[in-house]
């Protein structure tokens, strides 16, 4: 089983930044490849970054979050700068994970994080 961890989530004034992080982790076997990893604002999708860095932003964040990943700590990351009230929202992270299970089986998943709440608020 592949879980996804956020973390960094948390109170806010406008115009302030945070940082997101997300690890994927194996409860059992290990982690073979992760490719695209995403981050979504509740079920939007706000930002994607493929195994190669590359990047994509909806035009609601572009140019004040910046998505990035640690390929060896299989951890992705999301900064977020000049924050407005909109931006609250529980933010999730997605990722297409392909895992080895204890019997060498290969599992593809599409696994999601339990969430980080992000309140921008003065």
């Known amino acids: 089983q592949v879980q996804l961890a956020e973390s960094g989530g948390g109170l806010v004034r406008p115009g302030g930044s945070l940082r997101l992080s997300c690890v994927a982790s194996a409860a059992s076997g290990s982690i073979s490849r992760i490719d695209d990893m995403r981050w979504y604002k509740e079920r939007d999708l706000i930002a994607s970054i493929s195994s190669d860095g590359t990047t994509h932003y909806a035009d609601s964040v572009k140019g004040r979050f910046s998505i990035s990943r640690d390929n060896a700590k299989n951890a992705m990351f999301l900064e977020m700068s000049s924050l407005k009230p909109e931006d609250s929202a529980v933010y999730y992270c997605?990722?297409?994970?392909?895992?080895?299970?204890?019997?060498?089986?290969?599992?593809?998943?599409?696994?999601w994080g339990q969430g980080t709440q992000v309140t921008i608020s003065s």
């Open positions: 997605n990722a297409d994970i392909l895992a080895i299970k204890d019997n060498g089986e290969y599992v593809a998943s599409k696994s």
